[in-house]
Antibody, heavy 118, light 109 residues
């Protein structure tokens, strides 16, 4: 069974940092691109970052560029999102999602909630 | 950046009715790289359609996708109670960059 399980969310003050993790199982993680998609409470989906299967290429939405860093460890079947200089508008559920080649996002995690508040 | 605009924002229909959801792109999108997702409250999005018109295995054939260029459509031929949810279109490709539409909420009339 395919599983993507996010962790690391919580409450953080503005300007703070957090590292999210996504643990993958049930599929060949090391041949899939991976992405982070967030959803503010009651709002729509926002793609924020992606990384190719080998970690060579990454990209970010303008809203997080320069503050967030995506990485992966294929030996541990894990994806990470390092978030710095957090702002109130970063408050959201953060989902990881897998992408085979240039395909759509076939597997999604349930998400982890990040709340940025003083 | 490709901006996707979905319409209508909310669609109120009765079970058994036909639903037509629109997704318009700010620039041409290859049909290969257009997907539709369904999301129910408290759940992760679920992939329905990829490559504009390809149904994922297990998705009922009342769901169909069409379109090309800048205009794409998701059609649900006869609404079942479990179809009432929020639907998102997405453009993606060989690079990690992607974007989603703002969503269409399909609600029971």
């Amino acid at each position: 069974e395919v599983q993507l399980v996010e962790s690391g969310g919580g409450v953080v003050r503005p300007g703070g940092s957090l590292r999210l993790s996504c643990a993958a199982s049930g599929f060949n993680f090391d041949v899939y691109g991976m992405n982070w998609v967030r959803q503010a409470p009651g709002k729509g989906l926002e793609w924020i970052s992606g990384i190719t299967w080998n970690g060579v290429t990454t990209d970010y939405a303008d809203s997080v560029k320069g503050r967030f860093t995506v990485s992966r460890d294929n030996a541990k079947n894990s994806l990470y999102l390092h978030m710095n200089s957090l702002r109130a508008e970063d408050t959201a559920f953060y989902h990881c999602a897998s992408q085979y080649g240039a395909g759509s996002y076939d597997y999604w995690g349930q998400g982890t909630l990040v709340t940025v508040s003083s | 950046e490709i901006v996707l605009t979905q319409s209508p924002g909310t669609l109120s229909l009765s079970p058994g009715a036909r639903a037509t959801l629109s997704c318009r792109a700010s620039q041409s999108v290859s049909s290969t790289y257009l997907a539709w997702y369904q999301q129910k409250p408290g759940q992760a999005p679920r992939l329905l359609i990829y490559g504009a018109f390809n149904r994922v295995t297990g998705i009922p054939d009342r769901f169909s996708g069409s379109g090309s260029g800048t205009d794409f459509t998701l059609t649900i031929s006869r609404l079942e109670p479990e179809d009432f949810a929020v639907y998102y279109c997405q453009q993606y490709g060989s690079s990690p960059r992607s974007s989603f539409g703002q969503g269409t909420k399909l609600e029971i009339k």
